[in-house]
């Protein structure tokens, strides 16, 4: 789980959880005594070891560990590519129904752009120590402006997910 989302150590053990982030508070002492007390058998308690330490294994983490370095260089050249490569295989915008895509820029008139954040910085990350800030981010909006550029092609904006300042009830989407 993340950020103190487990609720219920044994349901949490049981469903197939094996480790909680960052303190430990349904796991840790919760987990031992409901093994203690044959709510939760040790062989699941295995089963959630192995494969969290497979995936350390999996990643190189026993063989070549890193040493924590706050400030580590993660905007080199190799860096920003492997991030925007992850990024771009990684959206997925539209539903290619239809065959539509990829637009033909002879044809098209007008694209919509939607969505609050669309026109402003994207929330890209997360924050706390999850929170990063990456080499040219650009909005939907400014990136579309810039891709269409000259072309006489129309962006149209809409805020799209505010309904009278709240958030559009679902049986409007």
Do not use: C
């Not at 103190?4 to 031992?32: C, H, I, Q, Y």
């Not at 706050?70 to 050249?77: E, Y």
């Not at 492997?82 to 044809?107: C, D, F, M």
């Amino acid at each position: 789980t993340d950020w103190a989302a487990n609720m219920d150590t044994v349901k949490s053990a049981l469903a197939g959880v094996d480790m909680e982030m960052p303190w430990g508070g349904s796991f840790g002492s919760r987990l031992a005594e409901a093994v203690a007390a044959g709510k939760v058998p040790q062989s699941r308690v295995d089963d959630m070891v192995t494969r969290v330490i497979a995936a350390l294994i999996q990643v190189g983490n026993f063989d070549h560990p890193i040493p924590p370095n706050p400030k580590a260089n993660a905007m080199t050249p190799e860096h920003v590519q492997l991030a925007r490569q992850i990024s771009t295989e990684g959206h997925v915008l539209l539903k290619n129904e239809g065959n539509l895509l990829p637009l033909n820029i002879n044809t098209v008139k007008s694209i919509a752009i939607i969505g609050s954040d669309s026109r402003n910085l994207p929330m890209y990350s997360g924050a706390g120590s999850g929170g990063v800030s990456g080499p040219d981010i650009v909005s939907p909006w400014q990136g579309m402006t810039n891709r269409i550029g000259k072309l006489n092609i129309t962006l149209n904006y809409a805020e799209g997910d505010v309904y009278q300042g709240a958030l559009i009830p679902t049986q409007h989407l």
